[in-house]
C-alpha cells in the first residue's frame, strides 16, 4: 500500500528461483489504498511475466495480537486453503520465518535490513514525493497533486500555469475551451465537450505528472461562463467535478490590466464575475489562496504555496 521498488525486487529475486510464483496482495476494507486498485498495479508491472501470478485474498482472519507464531499458523491454514501447494515462501518480513514453519516450507529472506532499498509503504504513503524515485511510474498519478489555477477572465491564468508547469518540471493543464470555440456563440454540446475535453486531459497529464499537476482553471469554470450565457448547466458538468480532487484552489483576483482578445467580452463585468468566481467556491466549502499584485508577485505567492505542499 502503495507497491514499491523494494516489493518489485522480492518478487523478481523470488520469479528468478521459481517456476510459478503466486504474489499474495492481502486486503481489508479499511485499507488506505482500494484493493483494486492496489491490485491493477501489480497486474499492470508483471503484465509480460507469465510465470508471476498475481492474487488476492481478503484478509478477515488475522489477528494481531497474537505472537507471530500463532499468528501465522492461522495465515497458514488460509493459504492452503487458497493456493496450491507452495514449495518455498520469500519475504523480507519478520513473520516469514515462522510462517515458513507453520506452512511446512523453506523460507527465503531478501534484504530484510533494507539496505538495497531503505523505504517502506508506510514511509511512501506519509511523504510521497520523499521517495518518488521508489514508486514505480505506473502508482505515482495516485500520489499526484493537483493544483487550479482559478479566476475571470485575464487574470494571468495560462502564462502562470505554463511558468508553473516548467518551474516544477512538470505538466500542466491548458484550458481547452480556445481549442473547440472561437467565439461566445456556442451551444451545450459545445460545453459538454469541453467539460469532458478538459476532463481526460487532466486524466491523462496525470500520469506523466512529476508530482504536481497544474491545471489552468477547472469545470467549475465551465459551469459558470454555461450558466452565464446559455442560463442552464448540464447535469454531466456536476458529475465530472465529482471526479477531480483539487489539492489547492489558487483565486487570481481582478488588479491586473484587462487585455482583450478573441472570446473575452466581460471586461465591464470584472467585479461581478470576480465575486462569482469567489462564490462558487465559498458555496462549496473549497478553500483557496487569494492571488494579488503583478504577475510577478502572483507566481511567488503561488510557488510559495506549492512548496508547502510538496513538503
Excluded at 278 to 284: A, N, P, S, T, V
Amino acid at each position: 500500500m502503495p507497491i514499491h521498488e523494494g516489493h518489485i525486487a522480492l518478487i523478481n529475486f523470488a520469479a528468478s528461483q521459481c517456476d510459478e510464483l503466486i504474489v499474495s496482495m492481502s486486503y481489508t476494507d479499511q485499507d488506505p489504498i482500494a484493493e483494486d486498485l492496489r491490485f491493477s498495479w501489480i497486474v499492470e508491472i508483471f503484465k509480460d511475466h507469465f510465470a508471476i501470478k498475481p492474487a488476492m485474498i481478503r484478509d478477515d482472519f488475522d489477528n494481531e495480537g497474537l505472537p507471530l507464531p500463532e499468528r501465522t499458523k492461522k495465515w497458514s491454514e488460509v493459504i492452503r486453503r487458497t493456493y496450491p501447494p507452495i514449495d518455498v515462501l520469500f519475504s523480507s518480513e519478520p513473520y516469514g520465518e515462522p510462517f515458513a514453519v507453520n506452512l511446512g516450507i523453506v523460507h527465503k529472506s531478501f534484504d530484510p535490513e533494507r539496505k538495497k532499498l531503505p523505504v517502506s509503504a508506510t514511509m511512501i504513503r506519509k511523504n510521497p514525493f520523499n521517495y518518488w524515485e521508489y514508486i514505480p511510474i505506473v502508482v505515482r498519478p495516485h500520489f499526484v497533486k493537483k493544483v487550479c489555477i482559478y479566476g475571470p477572465e485575464s487574470t494571468g491564468k495560462s502564462t502562470l500555469a505554463m511558468k508553473l508547469a516548467d518551474r516544477y518540471h512538470t505538466e500542466y493543464v491548458p484550458e481547452v475551451a480556445r481549442e473547440f470555440i472561437d467565439s461566445n456563440d456556442f451551444t451545450i454540446d459545445d460545453i459538454i465537450k469541453i467539460g469532458l475535453a478538459h476532463f481526460n486531459r487532466i486524466e491523462e497529464k496525470t500520469k506523466t505528472a512529476n508530482k504536481i499537476l497544474i491545471c489552468d482553471t477547472d469545470v467549475i469554470t465551465t459551469q459558470i461562463y454555461c450558466r452565464h450565457y446559455l442560463n442552464v448547466i448540464p447535469d454531466i458538468l456536476y458529475d465530472l467535478e465529482k471526479k477531480v480532487n483539487f489539492s489547492k484552489y489558487f483565486l487570481l483576483d481582478i488588479d491586473v490590466p484587462w487585455i482583450a482578445d478573441g472570446l473575452r467580452d466581460l471586461g465591464r463585468h470584472r467585479e461581478f464575475m470576480m465575486k462569482t468566481f469567489r462564490d462558487e467556491l465559498i458555496q462549496r466549502g473549497i478553500t483557496f489562496v487569494p492571488v494579488k499584485g503583478d504577475y510577478v508577485e502572483r507566481e511567488e505567492i503561488i510557488c510559495r504555496e506549492i512548496d508547502r505542499l510538496m513538503l
